[in-house]
C-alpha cells in the first residue's frame, strides 16, 4: 500500500513517516514544497523525509503521479482544504490532521468534496485510540456508573511556537490554544454521549501567558451544555512553561450518578530523576496513540474497536470550536442546532 504524507507543517508528519516506514507492506511519501511561511530554523522538506526514511517527491503533482492509496494531509490549518480537495479529486481516501479546518466554510467544502467523489474523510485525534479513555467508555457504556452529570477536561500543553511558529498565526491556524487544544476533548465527548450534541458553547479567552510574545489567545476554557443536559467544560490553554520536562497531557473527569470516573491519556510513563542530566526523566511504556490511529485508518477498525473520527464528527467539533471564538469575542453564551 502506497502512502503520501503531504506538507510537513505539522509537527506530527515526521512521527507518521517514521510509523509508516515500520508498518509491513506499507510505501511512504512524502511531500513539502509549500515550505515559504516556515520560520527560520524549522527543519521542513526532504531532510524530514530522509530523516524518517521515507522517498520524497518535490511537488504534490509528483506524490499524486506516484500513485498513493491513501493520503495524510499535514499542512497549516487554512491549507487543508486545496489537499483534501486534491487528494478526493484523485480518488485517495484522506487523513487530515486536527482541526479539520480553519473556518466552518471549509470543513463544509471538504466533507461535500469527499461525499461527491466516495472518498473516505478522516480526522486525526488520536487520543480516542487511548487504553485509558476505553476504560473510561467501557464504564460510561455499561450504565454501572449511572447517566453523566458533569465532564472536567484539560489539554494543556507547552507553547508549540518552538516546533512551528504558524501555531500561534492565526492567518495559518485559524486561532491559538482555542483552535488547538478544544478539539480533542470535543471529539472525545462527540464519541462518549453518542446521539446528545452540543446545544451552547460559553467561552472566555486571554493571552496572558506570553503576553507581547503572540497576538492569538494562549489560555482558554469553553463551557459546553449537551441536548441531554450534561455540562462539559475544556481547559485548552498553552500553560505548561518552556522549562517543564513534558509537552504537556490530556486529563478527563466525568462526574456520574454513581461514579467519578478519571482518565489521564498520557501518563503511562514511569516518573524519575535523572543523577546523570540532573534532571526530571520519564520511562513512557504505554501504547503509540498516532500508531494505532494510522493502522485503523488504513487497514481498518477490529470488530467492536475504535474507529478513525470521521468528516462529520470533525466538522461537528469545528462548529464547537467556532462557537467558542464567537463566544469569547461577544461575552455571551452562543447557541448551536446540535447538529
Known sequence: MKVAVLSFAHVHAASYLRLLARMPG???LGSDPDTDLAAPGEVRGRAVADAAGAAYADTYEEAFAWGPDAVIVCSENTRH???VERAAAY???VLCEKPLAATVEDGEAMVAACAAAGVRLAVAHPVRFSPAYAALKAAVDSGEAGPVLAVSGANNGAMPTRA???FAEPALSGGGALMDHTVHIADLLDDLFGDARPVEVYAQT?????AGEVDAET???VAITYSDGTVATIDCSWSHPRSHHSWGGLELTVVAERATLEMDAFDQKVHGFSERTGRVTELPFGVDLDERMLRTFLYGAEEGGTTVAGGAGGLR?????AAGYASARSGRPVPLDGG
Open 26 to 28: 506499507i510505501e511512504a
Open 81 to 83: 482544504r486545496p489537499l
Open 91 to 93: 480518488g485517495a481516501p
Open 164 to 166: 512551528r511558529r504558524w
Open 206 to 210: 486571554n493571552n496572558l501567558l506570553y
Open 219 to 221: 489560555a482558554g476554557l
Open 317 to 321: 467539533t469545528l462548529r464547537l470550536v
